[in-house]
């Protein structure tokens, strides 16, 4: 078999190209070590899942679930770390209350959870609270925060420092600083 002048080029410039791949490649691969070409997980880290679901059935009817985009879970610390959040409850009657963040902490002990970043709660009555932290309890079922909240109800706008919402009870508190203004 006979190949032509530019065949023969075309070859020798790919054999030459691969040679110089394999022996760069052969270079990095030497001076690293194996486990830095691993994507590992730091050590308090026990378990890291994207686009996240948790859901969970209480005793009364009542239901929760957790989405997040991102999630780690810190077994010694009984901690679940969540990037972009979104937590619907759902009560025995069917109304919700949705409270979404850029981050959330949940306790995996006693199902408190903590949502920080641009955190907005909405209720089934088509309220609209925006903060910068909540604090959600289970066990009282309350929603809480110290710091600067803003209320949207209707034609109604409220901003206040601190609230309390309770599910339980279907009671809201705003704490101080109390500005209404209606539309």
């Known amino acids: 078999m006979k190949l032509s002048r530019k065949g023969l080029i075309a070859a020798v ?4 190209f691969l040679a110089v791949l394999t022996i760069i490649l052969f270079l990095v691969l030497r001076k690293t070590p194996p486990l830095a070409l691993l994507n590992i997980l730091p050590k308090e880290i026990d378990v890291e899942v994207k686009d996240v679901v948790y859901r969970e059935v209480g005793t009364t009817g009542a239901k929760w679930e957790v989405k997040a985009d991102q999630a780690r879970y810190l077994k010694n610390e009984n901690l679940a770390v969540f990037e972009k959040v979104r937590v619907r409850f759902t009560m025995s009657d069917g109304r919700v209350v949705v409270l979404e963040g850029d981050r959330g902490r949940l306790r ?8 920080s970043g641009n955190v907005t709660v909405s209720t089934f009555e088509g309220d609209r609270f925006r903060t910068n932290s909540v604090q959600f309890s289970k066990k009282t079922e309350i929603a ?5 909240v803003v209320l949207e109800s209707g034609n109604v706008r409220i901003e206040a420092v601190g609230m309390v919402l ?4 279907e009671t809201l508190t705003l704490m101080s600083r109390v500005k209404a203004k209606v539309y």
């Open 13 to 16: 410039g790919s054999l030459t």
């Open 144 to 148: 809480s925060t110290r710091d600067p």
């Open 108 to 115: 995996t002990d006693s199902q408190d959870i903590d949502i």
């Open 166 to 169: 309770s599910l339980k009870e």
